[in-house]
């Protein structure tokens, strides 16, 4: 009896640290979007992307910083996200 619960237990946790180490590991494409929202919160202003809302609630469209050269250039979108970034990522989080 012990020795079949002593088997179940370490079964059960072998599979769970497996499916921890799955669900840990993050796809190109949620590193990505990981980093347009880490991007755009530090972006000082409301208008970091065409996309963002100005403080009357409207599209900022080409009053973003994305939209005006030189200045910031926060990532908006994943195409903005280099493989780079990516895997830079990944050596930074143990990924």
Do not use: W
């Not at 020795?3 to 799955?22: E, Y």
């Not at 599209?59 to 050269?69: H, L, V």
């Amino acid at each position: 009896m012990i020795r079949r619960f002593l088997t179940f237990t370490t079964v059960l946790a072998l599979s769970l640290s497996m499916v921890a180490g799955q669900a840990a590991r993050k796809t190109d494409a949620e590193i990505k979007q990981l980093l347009i929202k880490e991007s755009i919160a530090t972006y000082k202003g409301t208008c970091a992307c065409p996309y963002s809302k100005d403080s009357a609630g409207k599209n900022c469209g080409a009053r973003s910083a994305y939209s005006k050269p030189g200045g910031a250039s926060p990532l908006c979108y994943e195409i903005d996200v280099t493989q780079k970034m990516v895997d830079d990522y990944r050596k930074k989080n143990g990924q």
